[in-house]
């Protein structure tokens, strides 16, 4: 009787899960573990980068840093970078460390899989470069590591696309709320960036798995917010909205400039290390030589940013100093990024964006003081709009916005900025940072699922072999072959559909290569099943997001 309710229970939630009760107490075990997870992944930064620049607060680490010797500064980067080089190098193919791109593709073509191995070994290699100068961000391998363990429990159970989806969705909502003690962000950020869609049937195991995440932070840290503003900030007068327009539209370049600057430091570092045949181990360590040299004479680039952020906030930096940091963290986090060490873009976002808020409010301000409010609102605004551009994620950017500062008087001005931002940013990337990066390795999830189904059925799991009934003529295929109208067993339909286009085939043959020898006829793949393949996935999509 007992283990007929056990193989009950883990059917309901293998195939019913999303919608049934049972599977609420999945999602509250799995946002315990993953809010742990990222409290430990959090404690465990501070107090290795506590005891490498030797100092009691690392909220403080710039401002300690600048009293080092310079050759401690210059040095920490660099083996942090030799470390993570090391390990990337023997741990995984590419030397690529794997983040919040990799995740949203899991959700869209892996049944909410990720890639457990180099997942671990991707969250270990963030972890050194985060304690040890790394110019970015903790949400990036944080996000990864609470997909890691949803994949080990969705094979476990052995769980469906659908409940493999919500059950990542759960794991990174809970993973980010752990992080920066915001509940509602980190539930919609789960659905908004990482699954795509707001389903009905993933609102509340997501919610569920969101709140304990908070309830980790919070028995943790208490119920502080991360940020501390000088006072309440307000409009002064509605005729100042204009002006937040103006920011956003700023703030959305800043974010496009600071996508791009990565992207092109990629570029340029996979360019230099072909020519120089700089063996890629050492290629994080050269990035950790030239964020040393930086912070030598400026340590205000180490680490998250978050002392920065808050002078940005408290409206104690001028204008010439906001505008220098602004350019001198876009340098940092590409070079971070670009040499392959690992890390987030949201928390570097909230610096910059906060940054050149301030530095806009100086101005505006300054020129209209009596129609104006404070500084730091629009420092306050100028972080949500560029963290929102980057992410391509306005509704969970602005209520983390919200939960970080305590800050919720301020809700128009904040939306204002962030709506234009990410208007102007989505159109001159692909969506957000991340959209944009898998694009760039050829995987097309920004223009919906219309584009990247295509490349998740084999060509061989849709064709018809020999022994179909209504199979297609061996001759036929045989003289089909010799023209070079032919498919590998290996290609997907996304290779297949614009041959059949093209050509007005009925059918192509597709082929198995075999080694040492000419390739072998398989089958043949016919386009109305192709057609009937794509359809089913879209319907099934279609049910899903609208379930």
Request: with cysteine; aromatic share 8%.
């Amino acid at each position: 009787m007992v283990l007929k309710s056990c193989r009950d229970g883990i059917y309901v939630v293998r195939h019913k899960g999303p919608s049934q009760i049972q599977f609420w107490f999945i999602a509250l075990m799995i946002g315990i573990a993953a809010g742990f997870a990222a409290l430990l992944f959090r404690k465990g930064i501070d107090a290795l980068q506590a005891f490498l620049y030797g100092t009691d607060d690392v909220n403080l680490l710039h401002s300690f840093a600048a009293s080092l010797d310079w050759y401690w500064v210059l040095i920490i980067p660099v083996l942090g970078g030799a470390t993570v080089g090391i390990i990337l190098h023997l741990f995984t193919e590419d030397g690529r460390v794997r983040g919040v791109a990799d995740v949203i593709e899991g959700a869209a073509l892996s049944d909410g899989r990720v890639q457990r191995r180099r997942g671990l070994i991707s969250t270990l290699a963030s972890f050194i470069t985060l304690s040890t100068g790394g110019s970015t961000g903790r949400e990036g391998p944080v996000v990864h590591l609470a997909g890691v363990m949803s994949t080990y429990v969705s094979n476990a159970i052995r769980a469906d696309g659908i409940t493999g989806r919500d059950l990542l969705g759960c794991a990174v909502a809970a993973a980010v709320s752990a992080s920066f003690n915001a509940p509602i962000a980190g539930a919609l950020f789960a659905m908004e960036v990482i699954l795509r869609h707001f389903a009905v049937h993933a609102f509340a195991p997501i919610v569920i798995a969101s709140v304990a995440g908070t309830v980790i932070n919070r028995l943790e840290f208490g119920g502080l917010t991360e940020f501390t503003l000088p006072e309440p900030n307000a409009l002064i007068f509605y005729v100042e909205l204009p002006a937040f327009l103006i920011l956003g539209l700023i703030c959305g370049l800043v974010a496009v400039v600071q996508m791009k600057a990565i992207f092109w430091a990629d570029d340029v570092a996979n360019h230099v290390q072909g020519r120089t045949r700089l063996p890629r181990y050492l290629r994080p360590a050269v990035a950790g030589l030239l964020l040393g040299g930086l912070a030598i004479w400026y340590p205000h680039i180490i680490g998250v940013g978050y002392e920065t952020t808050s002078l940005a906030l408290m409206g104690t930096l001028g204008f010439r100093e906001a505008v220098i940091f602004v350019i001198l963290k876009v340098i940092a986090v590409s070079i971070t990024v670009g040499g392959r060490m690992g890390g987030g873009v949201f928390s570097p976002s909230l610096m910059i964006g906060a940054l050149t808020g301030l530095a806009f409010g100086l101005v505006a301000t300054g020129i209209f003081p009596n129609v104006s409010g404070t500084g730091t609102l629009y420092a306050l605004a100028g972080m949500g709009a560029v963290a929102a551009a980057v992410l391509g994620a306005p509704i969970s950017t602005t209520l983390i916005v919200f939960e970080l500062t305590g800050d919720w008087q301020t809700g128009i001005a904040v939306m204002t900025s962030v709506s234009m931002s990410t208007a102007v940013a989505s159109r001159l990337v692909d969506r957000s940072f991340f959209l944009t990066q898998l694009e760039r390795r050829g995987v097309h999830l920004a223009a919906g699922p219309q584009a990247y189904l295509l490349g998740v059925f084999k060509v061989a799991s849709v064709m018809r072999g020999p022994d179909h009934p209504k199979a297609a003529s061996e001759e036929q295929c045989r003289d089909m072959i010799s023209r070079g109208v032919v498919l590998d067993a290996d290609a997907t339909l996304e290779q297949a559909m614009p041959m059949f286009e093209a050509g007005n085939y009925a059918f192509i043959p597709v082929v198995r290569r075999v080694k040492d020898g000419p390739p072998e006829l398989w089958g043949a793949l016919f386009q109305v099943d192709a057609l009937k393949a794509f359809n089913r996935a879209l319907a099934a999509t279609a049910a899903e997001e609208h379930s």
